[in-house]
């Protein structure tokens, strides 16, 4: 093998010391497992298109991890972790090649109980969700790439999806309850983190730990209907989801409005999106359906869509038109668009970047859970210019009084967090001093 970036390693030793530990040295298999979606973003795409991994590995227990930590630590080889590979920003491209530590293959559920479970990082969000249902429960929060997502990527380099309404951001206090790490020291420990601790690594992109086992809260599964309500005026919508998020009474998964044109990029929901309305992709529980409609009339919207839980498990589900899924069907009709992630905090904020910028910022709203109030954040599918132009749309929300979590960096402090995080950079310091673990993503190390 011929490392992309790493000097002088003896790779025959080094593999040599995993023995019975699946690997991967096929250079097209490693090439598709060293990038996630970051092609989303025309400024990553000419920084990230050419990184790769030198090696992957699939650890089957917790055990094989600390293995593959030694061996790391002792060829000082960098180590991205990696999960289903459906971030957006990079998370787990290497951008010092090295081992890519797959861990899909661990992906046992060890135990699910009344609201909380214990389960390895790789498993689907789909496959426990479908083994949690059973017993009455759910992941209280999913991405829209649930499909193929493992719960240890979600937590690694997510923040908030379908759930968030009611549950708010995976760093909320509550929304994760203990993991096990293991650390790449000179001799690699496994590490449990509980209550509070566990923000450590929540959303730290693997860089400070490798998560071999999670404690997660669930919430009640409740047949879920999935409803369009379309609107001749945007405004209108947006108001409506904002009230919708504020009913207490009504119980709700899913509040993703959409201005036209993004509507007409759906193509497969096509027959209920008439042309040139605003529309509303909505999850609530089926027992809400009737007082649900009594809203619908009170804001002049139309249903063109509604099926009960049962007709929703079939087939494509609402929820993969919402969140990061809006952009892909986007994208698939228009390659040249992108994307912003912006908390406006208020409709007024809202209504300010829809009249300001119009199709050239086309607004899509996730109403989510913050601080017990329910609040707007976009997803705007933006037409792409230049990245000087993308920066002037940034600075214009930020100097308006909204929050941009930039998907256009893969630096952890420059996306959402904007500040760093001396909890995570001091774990860092503790459980890898040799900074091996996904190098160049955190600012607060590379800067010390």
Known sequence: MTPTTIKSVDWNAFISELAGIELITDPTQIAKLSLDYYHFSPVLQPKLSDKRGDLVVRPATEADVLRVAAACVKYKVPLTVRGAGTGNYGQCVPLQGGVILDTTRMNAIHWIKPGLACVEPGVKMATFDKKARETGWELRMVPSTYRTATIGGFIGGGSA??????????????????????????????????GDEVQKVNHAYGTNGIITKLEIPLGPAYPWAEVIVVFDDFMTAARFGQTLGDSDGLIKKLISIHAWPIPSYFAALKSYLPEAKHCA???IAESCLEPFQELVREYGGQVTYQKIAQEASKGTSLAEFTWNHTTLHARSIDPTLTYLQTFFFTLERVEQMYCHFGDEAMIHLEFLRVNGKAMPAGLQIVRYTTEERLNEIIHYHEENGAFIANPHTYILEDGGMKTIDPQQLHFKELVDPYGLMNPGKMKAWESR
């Open 281 to 283: 992709l909505l999850m």
């Open 161 to 194: 999806g379908i759930g968030s309404i009611t549950y708010g951001q995976l760093r909320d206090r509550g929304n994760l309850h203990a993991v096990r790490v293991v650390s790449l020291e000179d001799e690699p420990r496994v590490i449990e983190l509980r």
